[in-house]
C-alpha cells in the first residue's frame, strides 16, 4: 500500500475467535467508510460452529464500486494469534496490524518487515477499566480511528449509530472503552509512527448495502411472490429469514418445513393455487429437491428454487463458497423436462433475477432455479437502489373464470405450439381438472400410448423457446474487439471485471462476458466465444463444469478451464498473473 | 358451460377395498354440499393413488410419499378449499411417516384418507409398516391412531373399514366437517382390503370394532383413547369410529390473523404494492 | 414372414387385459422353444396398474442369439380386439392372429389383408365346458400347438412343466382345455388354411434364461455382495426381491427400508462395517438418493448403486424403458466427487457388471453406479452360462487387525497417491478414526483450511486414475475398418450389433462400440470416435444426453444424435433405414 | 501401539447442554466397561452433531436427519459393536422424525441420544419441532416419549436432564445395557439447553419430574406410561427417568436366525461359496 494512491481502495480484515463479537468493529467500519461515500465489499469467514474457530470480517473500502475483495489487506484488527498467522500471506507490504496483546506479544514471524504492527492489550484494560471482555471491540476501534486521523466526534457518533440497539448501560461503557482506545492510540507509543492515513470524502449517489439471499428475497416479492417454503441451511437462510420478516405483512406465507421434501412439496402444493411460490436451499438440501424439482417440470407447476450453493462434495464446508453444482442443477431429476437456470453476479443482479425467476416459472409453468453461489448469498456491498418500477407481475397462461367460460372445452395440458397449457386454478369454477407427475393425455389422465406421449414431450420441451428471447441477458465487457475472453458468472462476476480493466490497462487486450442464464446456453455465449481466439472460463469447482456445459453444447474447443475449489475465491491479481503470463507465452507459441 | 374433466372409471382390480372409498368421499362431498370447484382432491402413488380421477373435483397425483405437503402447501396458499389428501400406508407410513408426524403436529384443516391395505399394492404385494407379520424380521405393525393420540395437536382421529360403509360414510361425513369447520386436521384410516395379494376381509370383518358403541367411550380425552385403543389391539380387534377428536387450534388459523388475504387470489400488481416495497428498500439505503 | 426363411427367427405377441393370466400362455410357448433349441428374447408391455389396461408379453424365438425383440410380429394370440388394434401396424405381412371372438368378431380393418386370422371363443368355450374362463390360456396353447405342427405329447408335455405349480385339481382341467384347443384347430374350418410351421430342433449350448435385475443381484453377490436395503419401485423391485431370496442362505442381509433415503443410509451405515453393499432403485428413487451419493463420494464409503431407469420425467411412465438419466446419474448429487457409472448391455453383462461394480466399489472407497434401463432390467433372454470362476472378491485397502498394528500410525483419511487410504472398519482392535462429509483432515476432524482442502479433492479425485484401467471396456464390432460409426449402451447393444450385421450385409460399412463405462469416458470411447468419420449416437431418450457427454469430454463435433423418448425401443430395422438414408444422403453430399 | 484418533476437544459454547450429555456417554461406556473399539458413535448435523469426535471409539458424522438409518445399517452388518446415535432435536424430530417412528419400530439394539434444546442451534436458533412456542403458527410441541410410546414394538424410552448429571448417568447406563442385551432400542430423550440461542436451564431446573420417584410407577405399562408423561405434561411438568421399559424382541434378532453370520465379517472367498451360486445359476438354465 503506497498510502496516497491506496486510499480509495482498502481492505480491512477484523479477526477473532467466533462469538467473540469482534466482528462488530466492522460494523461501524462500514459505517465509518459509508458516510465518507466509500463503496463497499463486506465478507465473512467463519467456521461452521458457534463459538470458537477463527471468525473473520473482511471488508473493501473503494473509491469506484467494486465486486470483490481486494487482492491484499491493508489493515488488520486480531484478537488473536491465529488470525495474524492466517492472514500473514495476505497482507500488503505496508499494512498495519492492530494486535490484540492481551495473552502475549504478538509472534510477527511470517509477517514482511514492511508490517507495521500496533499492540495494545484490548482485552486486558477492557476486563481492568471497564469489568468486562467484550468492551475491546470499542477500543480497538477507537485507536483505528486515531489511526485513520478521524476526529472523535464523527468516529463516536459512527459507534453510537452502529450500538443504538444497545441499552444505554452497556452502550455507555462502549463510548468510554471506545474514548480509551483514542487515548491509548494517543499516549502509546505507537503515535511515534504518526497516523498514516487519511480518508478520503466523497460524494456518492445513495446506494443499497445488502446481500444477495436478502436481494432475491426482495426480487422475489417484488414480482408477486407470496408463498415461501424453506427449510434453514446455510447459507441460504437469510432467504427464509427475510420472507418471514417481510411475507405476512403482504399477505403471503412463508413458512419453515420440516425437512426439505416437505419443504419443495408444501411449495408445489402452493404454487398449484396460483399463488407465485419460492423455495431456497443449499447444496445437500438442493440434492434433496431433485425429485421435486423434476416434478414441477413433468406435472408442470410453476416454481422458484433457489440454490445458494456452498462448498461439497456432501456436507462439505457449509460456510465456504463454490460453483460445484452447476451440472447437477442442470442435470438433477430424473428424466427429461424443461427448466431455465439462471446466476446472478451481484446483490443488485439477485433483485433482478429473484423478479425474472418469479416471472419465468409463472411462463414456462415449471421449474425456475436461482444459481448463487455463498460469496453472492452472503457478501454485502454497495449497490445502485432496486428499480422497483421495472418489475411486474407477469401471469403466464393463467386464466380468469371468465376467460375459462368463454372456453368451450378445457383441459389442463392442452396442446399448443408454446407448450404452455391455459391455467384455471382450483377454486375456478368449471375448471375441474387433474395435475399429475405420470406421463398423461391433455385431460391429465395417465396413458402410456406412444404418440401420445411423443406430442407430450414436444409440448413441455417447446417452453423454453417461448421465453427464450426473454431470459436474462449476459453482462459483456472489456475490449469489445479483443480475441481473448473471459468467461465466468456468479462470485466470478466482479472479479472477470475488474480483471479485464486491468488486462487492458497493461496491453493485453481482453472482453469478458458474465452469463447470466445458465441453462439453456444462449445463442450469445456461443457468439462470444466464437468471437474470440479463445476463453477463459473462470469458475470455483475442480472440474471446469461451466466449461464442459459450454463444450459439450457447441464443441467450441477454445475453452480454457480456470478453476479453484479450495473455499477462498480468486484473488483478481491472480486472475490478471495467469491470464498474462498464458497469453505472453501464446503469443511466444509455447503453449497451445 | 365448458367442457372440462370428468371423472373417470376406477381402474382398480374387482373386489378392491378402494372402491368403497371412493363412494364415501364422493357421498360426504354430496352430504355437504361441497362445490366440485372448491374441493381438491390430492392423492398419493399407488393403487390408491388413482383415486383422484374418479372424483369430480380438482385432482392431483402428488410424489409417492408427499401428499401431506402438498396438500398442506394447498390449503395455506388457498383455506377457502375443501382439501382432500389420500394414499396408501406404504405411502402415509412408510415413506410419509415423518410428514404424517408433523401434520398432526400442525393440525391444517385438510382431511387425510388413508387405506391401509397392509401391502404396497401397485408394485405387487410387499409388505408395508402395517403388515401384520414381516419376515424375516419381528416388527409389528404401526397404528396410526395410536401415533395420532400422542403428537399434542392431533384433533380428529378415526378408523373405519370398507367393508362397513354405513359407518365409513358416517365417519367420512364427520370428517369433511371438522375440516370444513377450520377445527383442523382430519385423519380417517380405512382399513381397504387388497383382494390380489392380501385378502383380509375375512379376518378384518370379524375384527373391527366400533368404539362409538362402548359404553362410556369419550371421545375427547386422549388418555381414555390410548388406553382402549392399545387394550382393544391386544385382543387382537380393530378399533374403529370417531376415536379422538379436540378443540386444538388449526395450523391456518394461525396465518389467518396478521392481514392474511387468501394468498392464491392477492392481487400483487405493482401498483398496489409498490410503496410497501419501497420503504422496505429504504432500509438498505446507504 | 415367408414361411422357409422366418422359422428360424420369430417374433410372437400375446396380449390381453393386465391380470388376466393370459401371459402364461407365453411361458408355455417359451418352453416348447426353449426346448426346440431357440434363443429366446422375452420383453413385457404393462400399465403400471395391476388389473386392467394391456398387457402384452412378447418374444423373439431365433436360431441365432438375438437382443432385441424382431422388427415385426408375426403371431399374436390375442384376447380382446384392442390387442389387436393396438398390434396392427407391428405385424409382418403374412403374421397369423388367433383371437378369442367370444365378445364379438375381430374387427380387422386396421390388418393387411395377407395377415391371417384364426377367430376362436376361447373364453365362452373355456365357460362353457370348464366353468372358468381362466382355462382359455390352455385353450390357446392348444390351438397353436397344432398351428405349429408340435404333436400332442410334446406340446401338453410343456403345458405340464409349466404348470406344474398347480395343484391337480386345477392342472387336469387346463390340460382338458389345451386338448380342447387342439380339437377346435383340427374340426374348426381354421384347417382349411393347414398348419402354416413347422419348427426348427436345433441344437444350442446349455444357456441361462433370466432378466437383468436378476443378474445383477447374482453378480453383486458373486463379488461377495452380503448386504442389500432398498424399497420397492418399478422396475427395480426384482432386485430387492431377489436378495431376499438369496441373501440370508450366504449369511447375508436384504431388507426392505421405509424410504429411498433410509435404504441408501441404511446401506452406508452397513458399508462402513466393511460388508459389501448395493442398494437399488428406479429414476425417481434415484433421485432421492443424490444426497446420498454424494455421501458416499465425500465420507469415502464404498456402495454400488443401481438404477433401472423407467421412462421419466417425476413419475412417468413406470413400466416403460428410457435412457433418461445418463446425465444425473453422472451429475447429481451436490459437490464434486470420484465415482463410476457403468452400463451392461444385457443379463449376461449385468452379471459381469454387477461383480465388477462390486469390486470398484471397494477398490475407491466410493459409488458406483450400474445404470440399466426397463428393457435390460427386465427382459428376460437366453445368455450362455455366468462364468463363476472369475469372479473374485476384492478388498481394496482393507486391513486386517494385524497390518494395522504394524502402522506407526492409522488415519482414516492418510493421503496417498492412490488416493484410497488403507482402511480398518469397525470393531478393529485401535483403529478408532473419523468418518465424515464434512471437508477434513487425515484424522477426520473438520478443517476448512485451504491447503487441506485442496489436497483432499485432489486425493479423492485420483481414485479414478487409480482403476481406469480396469474399467469395464466397451464391446466392438461391425467392420473394424469402417469410416462410419453407432455407439450406444444397455438396450440399445443388442439393436446397435444387429442394425451393423444388416447395415455391413447390404454395403453400407459400419462399425460399432458399445459403451460399457459411462463415466468416466474412456480414452477407447474418444478413439473409436476419432477413428471415424462420423458416429450415430443412439439413445432412448430426447436430449441426447449420451452424445452430448461424449461431445463435452472431447469436442469431435462428428456425432450424430438418434434419439427416441415414447417408451418403446428402436427397432432394429428402423435403425437400418435411417442409418442407411442418411449415409446414402452423405454419399450424395446432401446432408453434413 | 499404532497411534490413531483420540478424541478432541468438544467446540460448544461454554455453558452449552451437550457438555453434560458427552460426559454421560463417557462414563456410562466405562460403567460398562465397553472397549472402544467395539464401539461405533454416529451424529447427526448441528452442535450436538460433533459430539462424535469427543469420544474414544469409531466415529461417523452422518447426513442430517439420517443418523438412524446409518445407525441401523451399521448394527445389522455387524451386531457384535455397540452402537449408539446421537443428534438433535431438528435432526432427529425434523428432518428425521419418518425413521424415528421406524427405529421405533423396528427395534434394533441401537441407543439414540436425542439432545433437545427446542432450537437449530448450528444454524443460529431457528425453532425446532420441541420449540414450546412457534409464531406465527399455534403448533404444539413434539414429545419423543409419547411419540415412542403410540408405535408398538417400542421398548426403551427415557428422559434425563443435561443439569442433573446423576439421573442423566443412570439412564445413559440403562440405555447401553439395554442395547447391549440385545434387548432393542435404547431412547435416550436429554433436555440439553442451547445457552446462546434458548437459554431454558432456569425454566427447566423447575420443571423436570423424575417419574422413578412418582410413587408406583410402572415402567412396563404402556398405556400407564402414556397416561402419566400427557397428565405431567398438562401440568406443564417434564417427565424424566425411565418411563418405558418393555421385552419387545429386537430387530437384529430375527435376522441372526437363519445361518446369520455377522455380515460384516463373512469370508466371502469364492472357493466357499462356489457350490452355492453354482446351484442358483442351475434354477435359470434353459
Ligand atoms: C419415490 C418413489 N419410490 C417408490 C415408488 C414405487 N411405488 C409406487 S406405489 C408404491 C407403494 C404403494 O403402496 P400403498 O401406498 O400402500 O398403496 P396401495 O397400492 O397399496 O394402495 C411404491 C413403493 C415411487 N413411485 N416413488
Ligand atoms: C439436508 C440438510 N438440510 C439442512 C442442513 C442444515 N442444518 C445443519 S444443522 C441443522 C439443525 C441443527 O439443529 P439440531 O438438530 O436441533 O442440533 P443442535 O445444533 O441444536 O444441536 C440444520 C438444519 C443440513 N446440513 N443438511
Ligand atoms: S392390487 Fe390390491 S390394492 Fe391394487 S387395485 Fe388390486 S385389489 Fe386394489
Ligand atoms: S449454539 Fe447452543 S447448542 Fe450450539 S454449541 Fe452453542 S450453546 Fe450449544
Ligand atoms: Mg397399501
Ligand atoms: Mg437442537
Known sequence: MTISAKLDDLTIMVAGQGGDGSLTVMNVLSELFGRRGYHLYKSRNVASRIKGGIAAAQMRASVISRGCTGDQIDLVVAFDQEAVTNVGADLSPDAVVVFDSSDKPLDR?????????????????????????????????????????????????????????????????????????????????????????????????????????????????????????????????????????????????????????????????????????????????????????????????????????????????????????????????????????????????????????????????????????????????????????????????????????????????????????????????????????????????????????????????????????????????????????????????????????????????????????????????????????????????????????????????????????????????????????????TMHGDAA | MTITFTPSHPIWCAGCGHFGVKNAIVNALAAIDQPAHDTMVLAGIGCSGTIQNNIDSYGYHALHGRVLPTALGVKLANPDLMVIAAGGDGDGYAIGAGHLVHAFKRNPSVVYVLMNNGIYGLTKGQRSPTAEQIDPTTERSIDGISLGLSIPGSSFLARAYSGAADQLNAVMVAALQHAAAGRGFAFVEVM?????????????????????????????????????????????RIPTGLIYQSDAPSYESAWKKEGFNVPARIDVSRSIHQNSYSSIMEKYAF
Open chain 1, 109 to 585: 514471524r511470517n509477517l514482511a518487515d514492511s508490517v507495521r504492527v500496533i499492540e495494545i492489550p484490548f482485552g486486558r484494560y477492557a476486563v481492568r477499566d471497564l469489568r468486562r471482555d467484550l468492551f475491546k471491540n470499542s477500543m480497538s476501534f477507537g485507536v483505528i480511528s486515531q489511526l485513520m486521523n478521524i476526529d472523535q466526534d464523527e468516529a463516536e457518533d459512527c459507534l453510537r449509530h452502529t450500538l443504538h440497539r444497545l441499552p444505554e448501560r452497556v452502550l455507555l461503557p462502549n463510548i468510554d472503552s471506545f474514548a480509551d482506545g483514542r487515548k491509548f492510540a494517543l499516549a502509546d507509543k505507537i503515535a511515534s509512527g504518526g497516523y498514516p492515513w487519511h480518508l478520503e470524502r466523497v460524494t456518492r449517489a445513495k446506494h443499497l448495502m445488502i446481500n444477495g439471499n436478502d436481494a432475491i428475497a426482495f426480487g422475489f416479492m417484488a414480482a408477486g411472490g407470496r408463498f415461501f417454503c424453506g427449510y434453514p441451511i446455510t447459507p441460504a437462510t437469510e432467504i427464509l429469514e427475510w420472507l418471514q420478516k417481510h411475507l405476512p405483512a403482504m399477505g403471503g406465507v412463508a413458512m419453515q418445513a420440516e425437512d426439505e421434501l416437505a419443504a419443495i412439496n408444501i411449495a408445489l402444493g402452493a404454487a398449484m393455487t396460483g399463488v407465485r411460490t419460492m423455495t431456497a436451499t443449499s447444496s445437500p438440501g438442493f440434492s434433496l429437491m431433485a425429485e421435486g424439482i423434476s416434478h414441477s417440470g413433468s406435472a408442470e407447476i410453476p416454481l422458484v428454487i433457489t440454490n445458494s450453493q456452498r462448498a461439497g462434495p456432501s456436507t462439505g464446508m457449509p460456510t465456504k463458497p463454490e460453483q460445484s453444482d452447476i451440472a447437477m442443477m442442470i442435470h438433477c431429476g430424473n428424466g427429461e423436462f424443461p427448466r431455465v437456470v439462471l446466476a446472478p453476479g451481484d446483490p443488485g443482479d439477485c433483485f433482478k433475477i429473484g423478479a425474472a425467476a418469479t416471472n419465468l416459472a409463472q411462463r414456462i409453468q415449471g421449474p425456475v432455479i436461482i444459481a448463487v453461489d455463498q460469496a453472492v448469498a452472503q457478501d454485502a456491498r454497495s449497490v445502485t437502489p432496486f428499480d422497483l418500477e421495472a418489475v411486474e407481475p407477469h401471469d403466464g397462461a393463467r386464466m380468469s373464470e371468465d376467460a375459462l367460460q368463454a372456453m368451450a372445452t378445457y383441459r389442463r395440458y392442452e396442446l399448443n405450439p408454446s407448450g404452455v397449457s391455459p391455467w384455471a386454478v382450483p377454486g375456478t369454477k368449471g375448471g375441474m381438472s387433474l395435475v399429475t407427475g405420470n406421463e398423461r393425455n391433455e385431460w391429465g389422465l395417465v396413458t402410456t400410448v406412444p404418440a401420445k406421449r411423443r406430442e407430450m414431450m414436444e409440448k413441455r420441451a417447446a417452453k423454453i423457446d417461448h421465453v427464450r428471447a426473454d431470459l436474462p441477458k449476459g453482462i459483456r465487457g472489456g475490449d469489445r474487439a479483443a480475441r481473448v475472453g473471459i468467461i465466468g458468472c456468479g462470485m466470478q462476476s466482479g472479479v472477470i471485471a475488474e480483471a479485464s480493466e486491468r488486462l487492458n490497462a497493461r496491453g493485453t487486450p481482453v472482453q469478458y462476458l458474465q452469463v447470466r442464464t445458465l441453462w439453456p446456453v444462449l445463442d450469445e455465449t456461443a457468439e462470444f466465444i466464437r468471437s474470440c481466439d479463445h476463453v477463459y472460463v473462470v469458475e470455483h469447482n475442480g472440474e471446469g463444469q461451466l466449461a464442459h456445459l459450454l463444450d459439450g453444447h457447441g464443441a467450441f474447443g477454445n475453452l480454457r478451464s480456470l478453476t479453484k475449489n479450495d473455499g477462498v475465491p480468486f484473488r483478481c491479481a491472480d486472475l490478471v498473473r495467469h491470464i498474462a503470463t498464458f497469453e505472453a507465452n
Open chain 2, 192 to 236: 381397504s382390503p387388497c383382494v390380489t395379494y392380501n385378502d383380509t376381509y375375512a379376518d378384518w370383518s370379524g375384527r373391527v370394532t366400533d368404539v362409538t358403541a362402548m359404553e362410556g367411550y369419550d371421545p375427547t380425552s386422549r388418555i381414555a383413547a390410548f388406553s382402549t385403543v392399545h387394550t382393544l389391539a391386544e385382543q387382537g
